[in-house]
Each structure stands twice: as C-alpha cells, then as structure tokens.
C-alpha cells in the first residue's frame, strides 16, 4: 500500500516562487515515473509535470519553463520547483504515480494571490 505525503504548498504574491516535495513510502519508488498533478476549484485535476525513473521530465505548457520536477530516488521524494507563479497556479497539488495508483495523498495547497 503506497502512502504519499505532500508538503510545501502556502500562500504567495504572483511571480514569487514555491517549493513542494513529495515523500512517498511502501512501494518500489524507483521504479516508476512519479507525476505532480494539479485540481483547481471546480476544475478536473490535471498531470503538470512528470519525471521517468531515469530522470527525463515533462510538463504540461502551462507551466513549462516556470516549474522543475526532480526526484531523491534514496529518499523516495519527489519535488516541484515553482516559480513565476501565477494566479492560474492556483489549486491543490498532489504526487502520484504515472499512471495513477488509486491512492492519494491529501495534497497541498498552493494560492497566488496579492
């Protein structure tokens, strides 16, 4: 059973910067691509960035060239780097396998607003 930790969300100014971090534990971490994803209010919850178990990423264009997805496989975490954030950023940030498993951390809140 594979439990997922999310921290790191908060309230910041837009075009300031975020740091989460994932810590995952009770599975085989390295082994899979980890993903953060993203539910606005109201809104279905999106993949905004990935990260293979060799280290290759992708990102939604939303947010390619602002957010950076890395991972400690020794460590079993996954962090997202956000910066230049807008109000658009705004939702609950969640870690999770790519594909999904069917648990979920409680995530993390990130709001930009001045």
């Known amino acids: 059973q594979v439990q997922l930790v999310e921290s790191g969300g908060g309230l910041v100014q837009p075009g300031g910067s975020l740091r989460l971090s994932c810590a995952a534990s009770?599975?085989?971490?390295?082994?899979?691509?980890m993903g953060w994803y993203r539910q606005a209010a109201g809104k279905q919850r999106e993949l905004v960035a990935r990260?293979?178990?060799?280290?290759?990423?992708n990102y939604a264009d939303s947010v390619k060239g602002r957010f950076t997805i890395s991972r400690d496989n020794a460590k079993k975490m996954v962090s997202l780097q956000m910066n230049s954030l807008k109000p658009e950023d705004t939702a609950v940030y969640y870690c999770?396998?790519?594909?999904?498993?069917?648990?979920w951390g409680q995530g993390t809140q990130v709001t930009v607003s001045s």
């Open positions: 999770n396998r790519d594909p999904t498993w069917a648990s």
């Open positions: 990260i293979t178990p060799g280290g290759s990423t």
């Open positions: 009770g599975s085989i971490f390295s082994a899979y691509t």
